[in-house]
């Protein structure tokens, strides 16, 4: 069962409790869904099945104590690892801390845990509970009275008033925060609506500028749960503890980057109720693809298969300033599997390239006029024979754009990738309302910049809320669409919705998106559908990025034609 996904860097690392997960990274069944899913789920839980908020509540509790005292005895391993003073046994760790050998070394620490007035500062007060029984100082910050609480955080208040947990209330009680060794956000969970504002505003700031180390219960108060968009304040958090089902916002950033570590635990609620649910959609990984997609990360090959059997790719890209990037293009639909490639250029351009690699055919088209409405036709003669069309790394912008553009659109019965210049051509002609819809599979490929070109919004906005985006226009224009960037979204034109986590900074660097495109058309030469080659293009895409990156000293020092080679 998962229960683990770590941000770090960029990869959302996914873990499970059977001892392998550390190291089969993105592995595993791990669906996201948002808020309103969230609430709905409580209460079928807590309504219809009759489990009450209370034992949920305890769950959350106990949920995050334990990551609370695994973060403190972890803190303490690589402390005294760096101290060289000798090697500390790691404790064996089951869901509850009661086994900890020595909870002696535990009684340095001292928790605040900052108290919202809804249920997830109730989640707080549970988690202080047990974190006094595992031998941890705690003060519960309340930031609103009694009368305000919800009433499941009023009961718990009740608890720990009795049991004598030390308290304070925001604005009343004097606080220095030098006593404390870290903090527990459970201002804000899933019901907050907007900017943090009145006491609760000013304890995130505060925590934020303690330095502290910050657990999160549910999502870091100021994250917006479904989208990922951060509210101002917002905690800043080393490690999350998402209670029952990852939401969505924290796989996406910048959310992702305010959560840290992501762990999700199990509160009690019923897989029987949960899998009811509808997922927002997928972390891809190899399970994902199998399960959801149908298809095999292995890639396993029919031994009497013939380069006939895995598809030809013609790539359309290129012009005299950009000549790498239809090099590029076809290099990686090759080198993801494809029988055949074949590079459709402008016909001044050949001569430049022409050997450069060496198992790729070249087609020069459109004569002393490079690309237009003429060049246009000879693609679509060439496509005659050949299985994809990849349209747009390095094309330029020319004069018969949009009607070049059109033609391929329109005249091409087979499945079609668009990408760069050939998206911006697409935007500056009216964009996909302004054009037929196709019959056959059509992959887009923006950057968030081209995206917002598509889209007619900043770009800004398209950042904003990328899942919500990605799964509006897909639907809309029964496309599948790929928003590149850290955790690329891959939206089906069913409404599905796939966040990649592999991949790496270094992969920022120009012909990379180029790379992706000759990928993802390489998989669909091979038989793949839209969303299983778009979703298994970009999760390749970032292994070999991650691979290529390992190789060198520095994840800077990436080129997109490294990608490539680590495919
Ligand atoms: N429904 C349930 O019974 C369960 C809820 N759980 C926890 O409860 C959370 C959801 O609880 P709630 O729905 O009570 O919501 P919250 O605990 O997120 O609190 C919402 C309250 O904060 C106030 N608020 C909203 N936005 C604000 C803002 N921007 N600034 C200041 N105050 C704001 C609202 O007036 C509202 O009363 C989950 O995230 C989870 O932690 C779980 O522990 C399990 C069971
Ligand atoms: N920080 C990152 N983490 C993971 N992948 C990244 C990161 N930055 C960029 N990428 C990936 O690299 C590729 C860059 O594509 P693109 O922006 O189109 O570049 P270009 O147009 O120069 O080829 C995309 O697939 C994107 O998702
Ligand atoms: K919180």
Redesign the pocket.
């Known amino acids: 069962m998962i229960d683990k996904v770590r941000n770090m860097g960029n990869g959302l690392h996914v873990e499970d409790r059977s001892g392998k997960g550390n190291r089969s990274r993105r592995r595993g069944v791990l669906q996201f869904i948002s808020?309103a899913q969230?609430?709905t789920l409580?209460?079928q839980?807590?309504q219809e099945i009759g489990l009450p908020?209370a034992v949920?509540?305890e769950?959350?509790?106990r949920a995050i104590a334990a990551e609370v005292v695994r973060f403190c005895l972890d803190q303490k391993v690589h402390k005294v690892n760096r101290g060289g003073q000798g090697r500390l046994q790691r404790r064996i760790w089951d869901e509850y801390p009661n086994g900890v050998s020595n909870p002696n070394s535990l009684e340095l620490e001292h928790w605040l845990v900052l108290v919202?007035?809804?249920?997830?500062?109730?989640?707080g007060i549970a988690a202080a509970r047990y974190l006094v029984d595992s031998g941890l100082c705690v003060t519960l910050l309340y930031?609103t009275s009694e009368q305000?609480m919800?009433i499941?955080?009023l009961a718990q208040a009740a608890i720990a008033q009795k049991l004598g947990i030390p308290s304070k209330l925001y604005g009343r009680d004097d606080l220095a925060y030098g006593q404390f060794t870290g903090i527990i956000d459970?201002?804000?969970?899933?019901?907050?609506?907007?900017?943090?504002?009145?006491?609760?505003?000013e304890m995130i700031d505060q925590a934020n500028l303690t330095g502290l180390p910050i657990m999160c219960?549910?999502?870091p108060?100021?994250v917006d749960?479904d989208t990922g968009a951060l509210?101002h304040p917002c905690i800043q958090a080393r490690v999350t503890l998402c209670?029952?089902v990852l939401k969505a916002g924290l796989t996406q950033y910048p959310g992702a980057h305010a959560a840290g570590t992501v762990v999700v635990r199990s509160?009690g609620i019923p897989a029987k109720l949960a899998a009811n649910v509808k997922p927002a959609g997928f972390v891809l990984t190899d399970e994902i693809l199998e399960r959801e997609l149908g298809v095999d990360p292995a890639r396993l090959r029919d031994s009497d298969g013939h380069k006939g059997t895995y598809g030809h790719v013609l790539v359309a890209a290129g012009s005299s300033t950009m000549s790498g990037a239809g090099l590029l293009a076809s290099k990686a639909a090759l080198r993801a599997g494809c029988g055949l490639a074949t590079w459709a250029l402008p016909e001044a351009l050949a001569p430049h390239v022409a050997g450069a690699v060496p198992e790729l055919m070249l087609a020069p088209v459109g004569g002393s006029m490079g690309w237009g409405a003429a060049a246009a036709h000879e693609v679509l003669r060439l496509l005659e024979t050949r299985d994809v069309l990849a349209v747009g790394p390095g094309l330029g912008r020319f004069e018969e754009e949009g009607a070049f553009l059109r033609a391929l659109w329109e005249g091409a019965p087979r499945p079609l990738v668009v990408d760069a210049d050939a998206l911006n051509i697409l935007a500056a002609a009216g964009g996909l309302a302004a054009w037929k819809r196709r019959e056959s599979a059509t992959i887009l490929t923006p950057h968030p910049g081209e995206m917002a070109r598509l889209a007619g919004v900043s770009t800004a906005e398209v950042q904003r809320d990328r899942l919500g985006l990605a799964r509006a226009f897909a639907l809309e224009h029964g496309i599948t669409l790929v928003l590149k960037g850290s955790r690329t979204v891959v939206a089906a034109p069913d409404g599905r919705i796939f966040v990649n986590t592999t991949g790496t900074p270094g992969m920022a660097t120009g012909g990379a998106g180029d790379v992706l495109t000759g990928i993802i058309a390489g998989q669909l030469a091979q038989g793949l559908s839209a969303e299983q080659a778009a979703a298994f293009g970009v999760h390749l895409h970032g292994l070999a990025g991650e691979r290529a990156a390992a190789l060198r000293n520095s994840p800077a020092s990436l080129l997109a034609g490294d990608i490539i080679e680590q495919l």
Do not use: C, H
Not at 116 to 123: I, R, T, W, Y
Not at 186 to 193: K, V
């Open positions: 808020s969230m609430r409580d209460e839980t807590i908020a949920l509540i769950n959350a509790g919202g007035k809804g249920n997830n500062g109730a989640d930031a305000e919800s499941e955080t459970a201002l804000l969970g899933t019901g907050s609506r907007g900017n943090p504002r009145g006491n609760v505003a219960a549910d999502i108060s100021g749960a509210y209670l029952g509160i």
